[in-house]
């Protein structure tokens, strides 16, 4: 299914100020943790602890009645050693410094877990885009773009739609950035609309990626993918893509969960009949659709329900220690960012469940907006199906990689990933050393 906007890596939004401050306090914690059993040289240690750039901009805008508002926005850049800096823009009342700061580093360790030859960034502007009109968000995006203009660039830094930004938005950013240059110049930022540069299958690429991985780790314990139940929560963009692909792999999507509810089928649900009527909704929701075998389950129980897999594709902090314990899935796979408070993840990890963590599980979506830039800059467009090939090896190999480090390293997948994502990007600065 192709619905909702295409974003890039998110986390969490709804935090309040102390729990974003804690976001930086926790990627710097994980860090020193992984510097730790790596035995990183504490000059490069101390390199990766600080964001190279923070640029922190006023933005005035004339708003519709006249009157000029002036937001603040953001855009940090963690860490160019292995490329041009990769990472979102997004809208939200609760953008803050040290919020995007986390985030840029994130994306740092995503892009390299991935092994894609970027660097992570983030952007954000404080505002809350409901209340704004489509010419004020036109007029805040184009003169943001202005003000980041000086960092940003397809060799430099190249943003993405996040939480509250999309397609339109990166096609104002593109649009702006052509007329200061007197040029066209695509591969500023990705998730374009298709018809502007942008890349067939890019929509449903971290859905896709998800379920990529999910059959990989199938694989490594011996299970078919027939013999296989799946539960999903949150039917949205990431979710649903995830859903549908495995559901046509062969798996049994025994569950499926979103904002209006669940529903439970254990012979395995109907997921075309599903989609059609998603599609068909005016809220794009499960809502009123019924099916022979299946019941209504509240999103509590699905988290809870009878399954093989469980995949958290919704919000954050959904699986924590209040109800990790009763998790049956013996598998999770994390298309969500941050589904899993860090007490769960040590009460599942005593359990003996697999989780595939958020920063390899929901890639797909970066890794299809390299695929987007690589296309630009070649200015040669390739069919859906060389896109999901491409995606495909990209995560089946990360996927091996990390499931390696975490066997030799005997940690769990999580820490494994982070692993060999500091790991690479250490390498990288130590060849490159520390200019001048
Ligand atoms: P979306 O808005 O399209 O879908 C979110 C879904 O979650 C909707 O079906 C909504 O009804 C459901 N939901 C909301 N609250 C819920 C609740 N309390 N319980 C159950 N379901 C609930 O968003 P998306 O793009 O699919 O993103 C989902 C998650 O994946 C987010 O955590 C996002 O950060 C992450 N992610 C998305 C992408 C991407 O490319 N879209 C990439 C990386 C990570």
Redesign the pocket.
């Known amino acids: 299914m192709n619905r909702?906007?295409?974003?890039?890596?998110?986390?969490p939004t709804t935090a309040s100020e102390a729990t974003r401050r804690d976001l930086w306090d926790t990627v710097l914690a994980e860090l020193d943790d992984v510097a730790q059993r790596l035995n990183l040289d504490p000059g490069i240690h101390a390199v990766l602890r600080h964001p190279e750039r923070e640029l922190t901009v006023a933005v005035p805008v004339v708003m519709d009645d006249g009157q000029v508002k002036v937001f603040t926005g953001y855009r940090i850049q963690h860490s160019s050693v292995r490329g041009p800096c990769k990472g979102g823009i997004r809208y939200h009342p609760d953008v803050s410094l040290s919020e995007v700061r986390a985030l840029a580093m994130l994306m740092t360790w995503k892009c390299a877990v991935v092994n894609i030859p970027y660097g992570g960034a983030k952007g954000g502007v404080q505002c809350d885009p409901r209340q704004l009109s489509q010419t004020e968000l036109a007029r805040l995006t184009r003169r943001f773009t202005t003000q980041i203009m000086p960092i940003i660039g397809p060799t430099r830094d190249i943003p993405a739609p996040d939480v509250n930004t999309n397609a339109q938005t990166m096609a104002w950013i593109v649009d702006t950035i052509s007329m200061m240059q007197g040029q066209t110049v695509l591969a500023s930022v990705t998730g374009k609309p298709i018809h502007l540069g942008g890349s067939a299958g890019r929509v449903a690429?971290?859905g896709r990626g998800v379920a990529l991985v999910t059959s990989e780790l199938l694989k490594r314990q011996g299970r078919g993918l027939a013999e296989t139940s799946v539960a999903v929560?949150?039917?949205?963009?990431?979710?649903s893509n995830a859903a549908t692909t495995l559901h046509g792999m062969g798996c049994k999507i025994v569950g499926v969960?979103?904002?209006?509810g669940g529903l439970y089928n254990p012979q395995g649900l109907d997921i075309p009949a599903i989609n059609q009527h998603v599609a068909r909704h005016p809220g794009h929701?499960l809502e009123g659709y019924t099916e022979p075998g299946a019941t209504a389950i509240s999103?509590a129980e699905l988290l809870t329900c009878e399954t093989d897999v469980l995949i958290p594709?919704?919000?954050?902090h959904q699986i924590r220690a209040d109800n990790a314990a009763d998790i049956r899935a013996k598998m999770i796979v994390e298309?969500?960012?941050g589904p899993t408070t860090r007490e769960a993840d040590a009460i599942l990890n005593a359990r003996g469940v697999i989780i595939v963590p958020d920063i390899l599980a929901?890639a797909g979506?970066v890794v299809v907006s390299y695929l987007e830039w690589v296309q630009d800059l070649q200015v040669l467009f390739w069919e859906e199906e060389e896109v999901n090939q491409r995606l495909r090896a990209i995560m089946v190999n990360s996927f091996n990689q990390v499931w390696e480090m975490s066997q030799t390293m005997a940690v769990p997948m999580r820490l494994g990933a982070l692993m060999l994502a500091v790991d690479r990007v250490a390498t990288a600065l130590r060849s490159r050393g520390i200019f001048p």
């Open positions: 909702g906007n295409i974003e890039e890596p998110r986390a690429a971290t929560q949150g039917y949205g963009n990431v979710g969960s979103d904002v209006s929701l999103n594709a919704a919000l954050e298309a969500a960012n929901n979506g």
